[in-house]
């Protein structure tokens, strides 16, 4: 288990420091962003960062290089992790990719869970159990019960964007007893934030 997480997870005053900013954070993003702009993932991602380096030190948060082939996004207090976020009740990607064959095979026998998951579950106007640490012991105990071709789906054609956790198994996984979660109140209140463009203006300001 992941001793960073781990103390986030068990101490109060880190669960309720936590939670109390992501959803603020977290609509800032939805704020600068159009409803299903892919970007708005990243930029919730960038978000998390930002905690960890913050909460647990740049020293214990390393982020891979752009471009390097990875199922993980960040290593935590030498942990390697990956991190999701959705909104509402749904699955979400564990592979991208455009090649059905390729999709086909990691459906049948190829796909194996790598790493721990940090999961941010987006339910705004409500409050309920929103971020869960789920480990690798939680994913496999899933795979194993209700097997690789109901735990994943895809959508074949032209269109497909690589495989998903489907949502059945993401329910099936936020319960499992490995799992950790707390929650968040998504209700967000009135709050007066920065201009998009201010970052970008102390930027060439500081140019000068």
């Given at each position: 288990m992941n001793r960073c997480l781990y103390d986030l997870f068990l101490i109060r005053e880190k669960r309720q420091h936590f939670a109390e900013g992501i959803s603020i954070a977290f609509d800032m993003v939805r704020r600068r962003m159009p409803p299903g702009n892919p970007a708005i993932g990243i930029l919730r991602e960038h978000v998390l960062i930002g905690f960890f380096k913050s909460e647990f030190g740049s020293e214990n948060v390393v982020v891979p290089e752009k471009g390097n082939q990875r199922s993980y996004d960040v290593i935590l207090c030498d942990g390697e992790l990956s991190i999701k976020t959705l909104t509402g009740d749904s699955g979400f990607k564990v592979l991208w990719t455009v090649d059905n064959?390729?999709?086909?095979?990691?459906?049948?026998?190829?796909?194996?869970?790598?790493?721990?998951?940090?999961?941010?579950?987006?339910?705004?106007?409500?409050?309920?159990?929103?971020?869960?640490?789920?480990?690798?012991?939680?994913?496999?105990?899933?795979?194993?019960?209700?097997?690789?071709?109901?735990?994943?789906?895809?959508?074949?054609?032209?269109?497909?964007?690589?495989?998903?956790?489907?949502?059945?198994?993401?329910?099936?996984?936020?319960?499992?007893?490995?799992?950790?979660?707390f929650a968040v109140d998504w209700r967000v209140k009135d709050v007066d934030y920065p201009d998009a463009w201010d970052e970008w203006i102390e930027f060439w300001s500081n140019r000068q």
């Amino acid at each position: 288990m992941n001793r960073c997480l781990y103390d986030l997870f068990l101490i109060r005053e880190k669960r309720q420091h936590f939670a109390e900013g992501i959803s603020i954070a977290f609509d800032m993003v939805r704020r600068r962003m159009p409803p299903g702009n892919p970007a708005i993932g990243i930029l919730r991602e960038h978000v998390l960062i930002g905690f960890f380096k913050s909460e647990f030190g740049s020293e214990n948060v390393v982020v891979p290089e752009k471009g390097n082939q990875r199922s993980y996004d960040v290593i935590l207090c030498d942990g390697e992790l990956s991190i999701k976020t959705l909104t509402g009740d749904s699955g979400f990607k564990v592979l991208w990719t455009v090649d059905n064959e390729q999709v086909s095979n990691e459906i049948k026998s190829g796909y194996q869970p790598e790493h721990d998951i940090f999961l941010i579950n987006i339910f705004w106007n409500r409050c309920m159990d929103s971020v869960f640490y789920i480990p690798l012991s939680a994913q496999h105990d899933v795979i194993d019960d209700i097997g690789r071709q109901k735990y994943l789906s895809s959508a074949t054609g032209t269109n497909n964007r690589g495989i998903s956790i489907n949502k059945q198994a993401v329910t099936r996984l936020k319960m499992h007893s490995d799992t950790l979660s707390f929650a968040v109140d998504w209700r967000v209140k009135d709050v007066d934030y920065p201009d998009a463009w201010d970052e970008w203006i102390e930027f060439w300001s500081n140019r000068q």
